[in-house]
Nanobody
Framework: QVQLVESGGGSVQAGGSLRLSCVASGYARSAACMGWLRQAPGKGRTWVASIYAGSGRTEYADSVKGRFTVSQDNAKITLYLQMNSLKPEDTAMYYC??????????????WGQGTQVAVSS
């Protein structure tokens, strides 16, 4: 059974920081790749960041590059997203996801329930 449980969301002013966590169980702990996606109100879900288990390679959407950092503990149990210099446009529901390699990227197959982030100006 796969389970991904996010936490750490909340409300913050622009320029502030938050750290999201995602505890993984089952298949998710051996997934080839994990990452974060987000969905703003009235918009579709968009990719934020990925981390690849074998190489430790990370990738980021241009909109968060230099501000967000994705990481994973050595036991591959917890995935993190450190978010700095937050902007109002970062307001969204953030989802943790796990998947398999697909080409040069990650094909996400499993999702958490999400944690809400609200950034005020």
């Amino acid at each position: 059974q796969v389970q991904l449980v996010e936490s750490g969301g909340g409300s913050v002013q622009a320029g502030g920081s938050l750290r999201l966590s995602c505890v993984a169980s089952g298949y998710a702990r051996s997934a080839a790749c994990m990452g974060w996606l987000r969905q703003a109100p009235g918009k579709g879900r968009t990719w934020v960041a990925s981390i690849y288990a074998g190489s430790g390679r990370t990738e980021y959407a241009d909109s968060v590059k230099g501000r967000f950092t994705v990481s994973q503990d050595n036991a591959k149990i917890t995935l993190y997203l450190q978010m700095n210099s937050l902007k109002p446009e970062d307001t969204a529901m953030y989802y943790c996801a796990a998947g398999a390699l697909m080409g040069s990227g990650c094909g996400y197959r499993y999702w958490g329930q999400g944690t809400q982030v609200a950034v005020s100006s």
